[in-house]
């Protein structure tokens, strides 16, 4: 059984998790300036940002980062001030966790932190050859609605668009998704944000109509 530790990502652990990034995104990683620029916006009264590590107890003592993920704020009402959007920037688990559950509980996590950020619909975009990836969204009412035509580089690409509406209604990491995995939940607070207004371009959208979604 895995059992790890949920918590906020800080900046020491940026070089732990871009060691993990480029072994699981060795064309398209993150680089170290990206983690950098989202973190700056993850803390205080005006965060937009919201990131997790999720760690375990190492065979040589301390804690070792097996995944991690983030969330972007992405717009806002102007009438009421609450967020119209959120997009979920990353979420990734060591190999050797896969299966275990561990990336459903960290976009519960996600989700749970949109719903504070009270974003009415969460997006992101997915590999379009990362069928386990896929699986995993669906499960949570995520619906593919577009393509971005070579997003992925330098292996040009293309990310499926997926959107999940209503994330405070979305069913959470339920146990069949997290079979193997004990996690404890830290420092989780959500701080007041002001919500910045990021908007998404190039599109293709396609018919969604029968999609299948147990979520």
Same mark, same amino acid.
């Given at each position: ?53 999720? $760690? $375990? ?39 050797? !966790? ?14 749970? @932190? @949109?719903?504070?950020? $009270? ?23 995520f619906e593919p ?45 959500v701080a007041d ?11 293709? !959208? ?5 999609? $299948?979604?147990?979520?």
């Amino acid at each position: 059984m895995t059992t790890a530790v949920l918590r906020e990502m800080r900046w020491w652990d940026i070089e732990p998790v871009l060691e993990l990034e480029k072994d699981l995104f060795p064309e398209d990683a993150w680089s170290r300036g990206m983690f950098w620029s989202d973190l700056a916006h993850a803390r205080g009264p005006q965060a937009t940002r919201r990131y997790f590590v999720a $760690e $375990e107890e190492s065979p040589q003592g301390g804690r070792r980062i097996i995944g991690y993920g983030g969330l972007a704020v992405a717009g806002t009402e102007s009438d009421s001030g609450s967020a119209t959007g959120a997009d979920v920037q990353t979420i990734a688990v060591a190999r050797e !966790h896969w299966g275990t559950g561990l990336g459903a509980v960290l976009l519960t996590e996600l989700l749970r @932190a @949109a719903t504070a950020f $009270e974003c009415a619909e969460v997006m992101l975009e997915c590999r379009v050859d990362n069928v386990r990836a896929q699986k995993l969204y669906e499960r949570f009412g995520f619906e593919p609605i577009g393509f971005r035509r070579g997003y992925y580089q330098p292996g040009n690409v293309d990310a499926l668009v997926m959107r999940l509406r209503d994330p405070s209604a979305s069913v959470p990491a339920r146990e069949a998704d997290v079979p193997q995995t004990d996690v404890q939940v830290t420092d989780t607070q959500v701080a007041d944000v002001q919500k910045t207004d990021v908007q998404k371009t190039d599109v293709q !959208h396609i018919d969604v109509q029968g999609t $299948e979604s147990n979520g």
